[in-house]
């Protein structure tokens, strides 16, 4: 069954929304040529990283889905956009960090089981995961970015996924270890928008809608978790024929799953609550 539309959710972690309007040249350019749309969006609270994966997803607050920290992990029990597109008979791929297969597949995580998976009839179609293990200031330990979307893009060809969500943590860990105002998060910023510019046109041709954006903001110091625009607010850039609101408008976080189904033309479950943003 064919759904209304294709779209790839792509979640750049822990990315303020000043360092998108400031130092993503490719995305403000597609902005400016009117390929783009973008808006602010605000987290939900905790501003932290696993209670954010869980409410873009289920579209409701941590104190509902009950994931308050990254340490405290479990299955998800509300609808998310992977079970009601897999319901409505989509395909769906991941290419994540491992908590967002946790949340939304099985937990806890078998390093050998589930680091990469084809599984049709399931909520995650495609699976390709990565875990950070043993991650520190020192050691990012994530994979290069060029990978991520390489290996989504390889399921949009080879599997025909109608929704695809990418994670990559490199910013986030970038800020935790170095802070924004820093040669090293201009460079950072730099590079990721240029990866991304490579691969972006692509998925545009291949006629998927694109969604790119992040989890969280980021103080300067290199934090997020709490109740502070610059630990909540991030970018949402929006590639698509449809027509979003005002250019001002404060987005909010639990809008972003009920707007994915709404493109896909999925049926939008009860416990999703936040308006459409795209029409
Ligand atoms: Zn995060």
């Known amino acids: 069954m064919a759904l209304k539309s ?7 972690d822990g990315v303020p929304y000043r360092n998108w309007r400031r130092l993503m040249g490719n995305l403000e350019g597609w902005v400016q040529s009117s390929e783009a749309q973008v808006w602010r969006m605000r987290s939900v609270l905790p501003s932290t990283s696993a209670c954010c994966y869980a409410s873009i997803h289920t579209g409701v607050t ?3 889905h009950g994931i308050l920290s990254n340490e405290n992990r479990f299955r998800v029990r509300q609808p998310d956009i992977f079970s009601e597109v897999s319901k409505a008979g989509g395909r769906t791929g991941a290419v994540t960090h491992s908590y967002w297969s946790e949340f939304f597949r099985s937990h806890p995580f078998d390093l050998v089981e589930d680091m990469e998976f084809d599984e049709p009839g399931g909520p995650i179609t495609h699976g390709r995961f990565h875990t950070m293990t043993g991650y520190n200031l020192k050691n990012q330990m994530t994979p290069s970015d060029v990978d991520l979307f390489a290996t989504l893009t390889m ?7 109608d929704y695809g969500i990418l994670h990559s943590c490199t910013l986030d860990s970038m800020g935790h270890r170095f802070g924004h105002d820093c040669h090293e998060m201009d460079h950072a910023c730099y590079a990721m928008d240029g990866m991304l510019a490579a691969f972006l046109p692509g998925w545009r041709e291949a006629g998927y809608e694109v969604i790119v954006t992040a ?5 300067d110091r290199g934090h997020h978790g709490g109740h502070d625009d610059e630990m909540q607010d991030f970018a949402l850039y929006y590639f698509g024929p449809a027509k979003g609101p005002e250019a001002d408008a404060l987005l909010d976080q639990l809008q972003l799953a009920p707007t994915v189904l709404s493109r896909l033309g999925v049926d939008i479950p009860a416990t999703m609550k936040g308006k459409v943003f795209l029409i």
Request: proline fraction near 5%; aromatic fraction near 0%; hydrophobic fraction near 40%.
């Open 6 to 12: 294709k779209l790839l959710l792509i979640i750049l």
């Open 62 to 64: 941590p104190q509902v």
């Open 155 to 161: 399921l949009t060809r080879r599997h025909g996924i």
């Open 215 to 219: 989890d969280h903001g980021q103080t």
